[in-house]
């Protein structure tokens, strides 16, 4: 039976699509959400994307979003860093994505040796250039801003390494984990969703495709939690993460479709 609450914050990649293309049952399901009047709000720890870009896209998948509607690690990024220091100078891995949410923030991207953050995000063109630099300002002390901790990500053709790989492979080199940590699990990001929605934990539920993430975020602010096995969690693996990350989900449905017709 589908968790019946005034609002849902709904991950993008895994429960709606899968990089470009889109999951059928996760569309139809944002929309009987909003057929039942639900305050919807999109959470992506996706670091590669700005809102512009997942606003096109879930367009493209034939669904009526607005830009207040999509809350992207990127987007939250670039506003903790704004808040925490106006006009800050930033080194950042990411790639355009996460660079255009962190100009539009008012931030100034600088190389390693005179920025004041080290930003981390994902690239999928990530060179020893990069990590060289991303290494030394990690040696240097900079304060230190992850977009997201994935490990993995659901690419239209399978799993792929997500900003993990990066802040896995400077915590092997440097012994540093970042200073902080902005999407989900963290609290950072669903505190911004709860407020974006106006309701409190207890009215929501947060729905994705993994546990160690999304599930992880739910429980962090004290909201009800709903896994669906279209992403990365899947029928075959689900008894084996949950085992690995001792964490259970409130409920399971096979797809964001299947929540709503529970």
């Given at each position: ?41 999109f959470v992506s720890n996706n670091s590669t994307r700005s809102r512009r ?39 950042t891995t990411g790639e355009e994505g996460l660079i255009e949410e962190l ?160």
């Amino acid at each position: 039976m589908m968790p019946d609450k005034k609002g849902y914050i709904i991950d993008i990649d895994g429960v709606i699509g899968k990089s470009v293309t889109p999951i059928p049952e996760g569309v139809e399901g944002v929309k009987k959400l909003r057929e039942l009047g639900k305050k919807v709000i999109f959470v992506s720890n996706n670091s590669t994307r700005s809102r512009r870009i997942l606003l096109d896209r879930l367009r493209s998948f034939g669904l009526e979003v607005g830009e207040d509607e999509i809350l992207a690690a990127t987007y939250a990024t670039a506003r903790f860093i704004a808040k925490e220091k106006p006009k800050a100078k930033v080194f950042t891995t990411g790639e355009e994505g996460l660079i255009e949410e962190l100009r539009l923030a008012g931030l100034e991207i600088v190389d390693y040796d005179e920025a004041e953050y080290l930003v981390v995000g994902s690239n999928r063109k990530i060179n020893f250039e990069i990590m060289t630099k991303a290494l030394r300002a990690c040696l240097k002390g900079l304060r230190y801003i992850a977009t997201n901790p994935d490990r993995i990500f659901p690419a239209e053709d399978g799993p792929i390494p997500g900003t993990g790989m990066i802040i896995g492979a400077l915590y092997w080199m440097t012994g540093r984990e970042p200073d902080v940590v902005v999407g989900k699990p963290s609290e950072v990001i669903m505190r911004e969703a709860l407020e974006i929605l106006g309701l409190e934990a207890e009215d929501v539920a947060v729905v994705g495709d993994q546990i160690d993430v999304d599930v992880a975020a739910g429980k962090a602010v004290g909201a009800e939690t709903v896994l669906v096995l279209t992403g990365v969690t899947t029928k075959e693996n689900l008894n084996r993460m949950i085992e690995r990350h001792g964490i259970s989900p409130d409920y399971v449905f096979n797809s964001l479709k299947d929540m709503v017709e529970g």
